[in-house]
């Protein structure tokens, strides 16, 4: 493999190892080994140099330096022998020098290739925002403003400085993306099913009889007794065919976890 080198002009060049871990190898070109030279002028951060590489900072979990623990300032010097480690377990809400810790539920910002994802998301009751015609400095604002996990295919999204936690999700397949995302980010804890509108995001709360009757068809009204409404967009919902469909789903998701 040719040796990685840092774009930054001027000073005497130098060198340092790296050596990635896990699911950071798949940020490197195919069949390149997960240890590799680094050639560098200047002062680079570690930051700086794990991105150089290709990999997004959001999906790094620790760093060592010499068998010790540094954040992403650190910055580079000559025969530095360095490891860095996926984000693993309960990572949003461990201490760490890379990141502070997350606050509050997980939520989330979705970039415009994963539709099916957020739906799928709201359906297990994760507050998470999308729109077909955002632009990746709405979803870095929407990360940085709102503290909000980007969800992305495009792994120069989560390069974005004012993007801290987020994830590459891999996988095309909208059910082996939930369950990559679940895994992730260890948000079995956090799933309330049925808790979210999958249409606008909005929160879905119990309504009386009587004020679903003014909307519903007649006969929807006489067969179900139990109605919602989501308080957004006000759609109303009942537990029909569709929810005997989105329960299977759901447990096909629960199941993965048991």
């Known amino acids: 493999m040719t040796p990685q080198r840092d774009s930054a002009k001027g000073g005497a060049q130098r060198s340092a190892v790296f050596h990635l871990h896990g699911r950071l190898t798949d940020f490197l070109p195919p069949e390149s080994p997960p240890s590799f030279p680094y050639t560098f002028r200047s002062t680079p951060t570690i930051k700086h140099a794990v991105e150089a590489?290709?990999?997004?900072?959001?999906?790094v979990g620790r760093v060592l330096v010499h068998g010790r623990e540094v954040g992403f300032s650190y910055q580079l010097r000559q025969g530095d022998e360095i490891e860095v480690f996926p984000v693993e377990g309960n990572?949003?809400?461990d201490d760490s020098p890379l990141r502070r810790r997350y606050r509050g539920t997980p939520r989330f910002?979705?970039?415009?290739?994963?539709?099916?994802?957020t739906r799928r998301l709201r359906l297990l009751g994760f507050d998470s925002l999308y729109s077909n015609q955002f632009q990746d400095s709405e979803i870095a604002s929407a990360a940085s403003m709102e503290e909000r996990i980007v969800l992305t295919r495009d792994i120069g999204m989560l390069m974005w400085c004012d993007v801290?936690?987020?994830?590459?999700?891999?996988?095309q397949n909208p059910s082996q993306q939930v369950v990559e995302v679940l895994e992730h980010f260890?948000?079995?804890?956090?799933i309330r099913p049925f808790h979210r509108c999958t249409v606008c995001n909005g929160l879905i709360e119990s309504i009386d009889r009587e004020e679903a009757k003014r909307e519903v068809k007649p006969?929807?009204?006489e067969y179900?007794?139990?109605?919602?409404?989501?308080?957004?967009?006000r759609r109303?919902?009942?537990?029909?065919?569709?929810?005997?469909?989105?329960?299977?789903?759901?447990?096909?998701y629960t199941d993965s976890f048991d």
């Open 53 to 59: 590489i290709g990999t997004p900072h959001p999906e």
């Open 91 to 93: 990572w949003l809400y």
């Open 109 to 117: 910002v979705l970039d415009v290739h994963l539709g099916t994802l």
């Open 164 to 171: 801290h936690y987020g994830c590459w999700v891999r996988s």
């Open 186 to 190: 260890s948000l079995w804890p956090w």
């Open 219 to 221: 006969e929807i009204f």
């Open 224 to 233: 179900y007794r139990n109605f919602y409404r989501c308080r957004s967009c």
């Open 236 to 252: 109303i919902y009942w537990k029909g065919t569709h929810f005997q469909r989105m329960e299977r789903l759901i447990s096909s």
